[in-house]
């Protein structure tokens, strides 16, 4: 690979990192005033010394690299010199020389020889250490790709994360009050989930999260983000109107409690508690997110196993549930 070429890839490529760690760096959520809404900043501490660790050790690499191409040129231009100096030595050898003009070529082409051999050594040692270089940033983007896969996505469950979640509810938002389209905020909790962690165990509790997430992600394909809220919260940002979110969220809880989980030679029976709102001339995020939490109470407390949907006129029941189970 020509130097120069290398170094625009490199370039382009530690640009492209450093931007997308400053926008993960800025891109925090607004606080808002709501129970739910209220979480740590985007970038905590371990944030920001592993990103600054990270940047830190490309910054290193980078120095390094630099001065290796720094070298790769001071030797070309070492050589070029000497190209000029035995050039003119040459000539004056020639002159010289007088009739002997055979001596003096294989003098030159001698010497040219030994000057090429030194061009095509230091060529191949740059190689050698662009190869590594290469090598190497690719280890630092995956890294960096790596972190910032995890600093998004929960472990578990494989969901998005609180975080990314507040992200695309800011973002959402921010279409929203712009004059742009309307979107829906759906609350699910797992009914009863700590007595399956009582009866089952931590590992089964984890497993029923995993399922339930697969069947959330799986049904809601169309949705802008399915996320684990918390616990054995999850959430779901959407864009189809608020009455067909909740009819259609009707149905998938129907679904749920109608297939049990089997984990070895256990089947547990699994339901869940749902919860909606929309945005309703909101001037923050917060508000969306209390409407919602009403909603997702009314379910928990009026017999799980339901959805409630709040379009600002109070939690309204979808459908005729059937009874959960204790």
Request: include cysteine; proline fraction near 4%; charged fraction near 25%.
């Amino acid at each position: 690979m020509p130097p120069v070429n290398a170094l625009l890839l490199i370039g382009s490529s530690i640009l492209a990192i450093v931007l997308v760690l400053i926008g993960y760096w800025f891109g925090r959520r607004r606080p808002g005033k709501a129970r739910s809404i209220e979480v740590a900043p985007l970038v905590d501490e371990d944030d920001r010394q592993r990103i600054v660790g990270l940047l830190q050790s490309l910054a290193r690499w980078t120095n390094e690299y630099s001065g290796n191409v720094s070298t790769y040129q001071s030797d070309l231009q070492q050589i070029s010199n000497d190209v000029r100096q035995s050039l003119n030595a040459v000539q004056k050898e020639r002159q010289s020389l007088g009739a002997k003009q055979g001596d003096a070529q294989m003098l030159s082409d001698a010497r040219m020889m030994t000057l090429i051999s030194q061009i095509m050594g230091t060529n191949e040692e740059l190689q050698s250490r662009l190869q590594a270089a290469e090598k190497q940033l690719e280890e630092q983007t995956q890294q960096i790709e790596s972190y910032l896969t995890e600093a998004r996505t929960d472990g578990l469950t494989g969901l998005f994360n609180r975080r990314a979640l507040d992200r695309k509810l800011d973002e959402m938002f921010a279409v929203y009050r712009g004059g742009g389209s309307s979107f829906v905020l759906i609350l699910i909790d797992i009914d009863h989930f700590k007595s399956i962690n009582d009866n089952y165990g931590h590992p089964v509790g984890d497993l029923v999260l995993q399922r339930l997430a697969t069947v959330l992600e799986a049904n809601m394909s169309d949705a802008k983000i399915v996320a684990r809220f918390g616990g054995e919260e999850f959430a779901i940002l959407t864009d189809i109107p608020l009455r067909m979110a909740a009819d259609r969220m009707n149905k998938l809880r129907k679904q749920i409690a109608e297939e049990p989980i089997q984990t070895g030679k256990d089947a547990i029976n699994v339901t869940m508690s749902v919860g909606l709102s929309e945005p309703r001339d909101d001037l923050a995020i917060g508000p969306i997110v209390r409407r919602t939490d009403e909603a997702l109470y009314c379910a928990k407390n009026r017999g799980r196993n339901r959805v409630y949907f709040n379009d600002g006129s109070g939690p309204q029941l979808v459908g005729a549930p059937e009874i959960a189970r204790p």
